[in-house]
């Protein structure tokens, strides 16, 4: 491994060795114990990191954090209560409903008292205010 | 107390299946567990305390609603959980995008900077200083370079984790370290 390809898998795979591809880590390991620039390499680019390691570091994650997502949660439940059952019952109230007001718009339309009988005896049969007779 | 303990040591997936039946201790452990993962990326990556807090409240209580989200076979628990976390941060950032170009938006907040007790007693500004260039990366740079520094994960899961191919994920990070070094020492020649 040459100090440019030591460089180039710094940038890739960071200080740490061991976190290294075997092969690689091998070969870089070879390098510093021979090279006191490939070792210089590696201490600078380790203080390098361990900058980035502190300027990111996370902050606590204590009770106050916990307690605040434990307290939207009973708000997130009930917005999450969706229940298929009920929206396909709603709907087909819906269409039943509409189906209903179809028909009798369409019975309306009809001129002779006749023409009406039938589908208002119907009615009447399915509401329970008129017996089978009604029919006939 | 034996099974508080015995509670604090369960894996994430009993705790996941514990959730499921609505259990908030076993969600409170595995917040105990993540929380600073998720917070910690999230506000290193957008720098805004606020936007972090929305993240992780999003994140924790989707896991809430829906704990089966994670299918143990396919990833492992902490890298899909930094998945579930990156694309939130990425969807935060787009909304914040869009918002910047629409009139009579507030003024963006501004970058959070309380002083933590790390900062107090190592070197503050240059801590900050540091905070602000890794802010200046582009997104999946950033994504990348925190992944690797902050949640120690290798390559390969941060590959995984943004939906890239693991030489692409290496690109990201070769990038980001070249630029961070390069603002580093140029500040460090400034100062």
Redesign the interface.
């Known amino acids: 491994m040459t100090r440019e390809d030591f460089s ?1 898998a ?5 200080a740490d060795l061991d ?1 290294w591809p075997r092969a690689k880590s091998e070969a870089a390991r070879q390098l510093i114990s021979t090279d006191v620039v490939a070792a210089k390499m590696l201490a600078d ?1 380790g203080a ?2 361990r ?11 204590g009770a106050a ?2 307690g ?3 307290a ?2 009973p708000e ?2 009930r917005a ?1 209560r969706f229940s298929p059952g009920l929206w396909l019952a709603g709907a087909a109230g819906v269409s039943l409903l509409s189906f209903i007001a179809g028909f009798l718009m369409m019975q309306a339309s009809l001129v002779t008292q006749d023409q009406l009988g039938v589908p208002l005896s119907l009615i009447a049969l399915a509401t329970g205010s008129a017996d089978i007779g009604g029919l006939l | 107390m034996v099974e508080a303990l015995g509670d604090e040591t369960l894996s994430d997936e009993d705790l996941l299946a514990r959730i499921a039946n ?1 259990d ?1 201790r076993a ?2 452990i595995l ?2 567990r993540h ?7 999230a ?2 990556f957008g720098g805004k305390a606020a936007d972090a ?1 929305d993240v ?2 999003d994140v ?2 989707m896991l ?2 829906r704990p089966n989200s994670w299918q143990p076979g396919k990833a492992a628990f902490t890298t899909w959980l930094y998945r579930v976390v990156v694309n939130r941060c990425l969807d935060q950032a787009r909304r914040q995008r869009v918002r910047r170009w629409l009139p009579f938006e507030d003024a963006a907040d501004p970058v959070d900077e309380t002083p ?1 007790a ?1 900062d107090v007693l ?1 070197n503050r500004d ?3 200083e ?2 602000k260039m ?1 802010l200046t990366l582009p997104e999946k740079q950033r994504l990348a ?2 992944l ?3 949640g120690e994960q ?2 390969a899961e941060i590959a995984s984790i943004l939906s890239v191919s693991e030489g692409a994920a ?1 690109q990201l ?2 990038r980001a ?2 630029r ?2 390069s603002l ?1 020492a140029e500040q460090e020649v400034v100062a």
């Open positions: 180039e710094l940038l890739s795979f960071g976190r680019f390098f990191e900058t980035i390691v502190e300027a990111v570091e996370p902050p606590p994650f954090e916990i605040a997502v434990l939207a949660l997130a439940k999450s | 609505e908030r969600f409170t917040m105990r929380g600073q993962k998720v917070r910690g990326l506000l290193a807090d992780t409240q924790f209580i809430w609603r933590s790390l190592s240059r801590l900050a540091v905070r890794i370079l925190l690797a520094v902050q290798s390559n290496e990070l070769v370290r070249r961070l070094r580093v």
